[in-house]
């Protein structure tokens, strides 16, 4: 066992440079086959290429709007990676960040009278504990032996979302908002602040300390070395006294709560209120980015950057290709298949 913890170890800790070629070459594949798609339907691959990468690279709006995306991208791949490192696999990261998303307005809302500088550090909290109690539920349901956590967070993101729905057309929709579903707009001390003039926030900090956080416990901690060991054979790491059920509810919690964190900052920093459709599927995007990444640190940042751009690429496609901007998922769908398939393969050489 010692082996394949040292194994893990050492895997975990391989530099920036293998971990960007692997995500560029997985993307380069998917980019290819989305180019063929265009061309059959008559429309410039090459010219479609140029006109995201300029429109999201080219310019300092550019960078900063592809930065925005990037945040709520790297805290829901937290989301799956944390709880990943003991094989749980965690595809609940958009009803967590729902979750995040309600709590965090229901304190905005009630809480308004309180100054920015205790405000803001309370919501940053009620997300963390929104999404985190969500998730520490299939956490628990999987400590007790009763439901496979893959089951409860799938499910449980139906629920988070309706429940949004219900709040926003129900009891804490804005009276002055004619028909349209949304709650009031938060106070001026329940936003999050941005940096200069772009719309680029304190998430940005939140999300890089989550990153920096993860990567030191794991390879700097007894509580990394704990996971390595169930990860490495989880009968082997009970007998040694190791609490499993502990490590269920704990990194289902935490990894529930940096979802929420990513909710709260939508509805902070960027709404300004709830509002339905409030993600367009961060959760599922960040489950994604995490395959990717395989748990890399490093990886979640270059896969989080390259996919922020993708989902950018779908308004712009639509301006300059005359294509529907949905037309992103298929370039989506490709990349899971590239990455579904390569797995594949590994476990075959095994």
Known sequence: MSKAIELKNSSFKKNLGPSLSRFFFLFSIAFVFFALILWIFGKNPFRAYVDIFLNTLGSTYGISETLVKMIPLILTALATAIPSRIWLINVGGEGQFHMGAIVATGVALNLNFLPGWILLPVLIISGFLGGGLWGMCSGFLRAKGWVSET?????????????????????????????????????EAAILPSLGQSRVHLGIFLASAALCGFYFVMSRTRWG????????NMEAARRNGIPLEKYFLILMLIGGGLAGIAGMCEVSAIQGRLRPNISPGYGYMGFLISWMAMGNPWGIVAAAFLLAIVTAGGDILQMTQGVTGSVVNILLALILFVVLARQGIIRGRK
């Open 151 to 187: 089951i409860s967070t799938l499910l449980l993101n139906y629920v988070a979302i309706l429940l949004v729905s219900f709040l926003v057309f129900g009891p804490w929709k804005d009276p002055e908002s004619a028909n349209y579903p949304q709650t009031a707009e938060f106070g």
């Open 225 to 232: 070395l704990e996971m390595r060991a169930m990860a490495a």
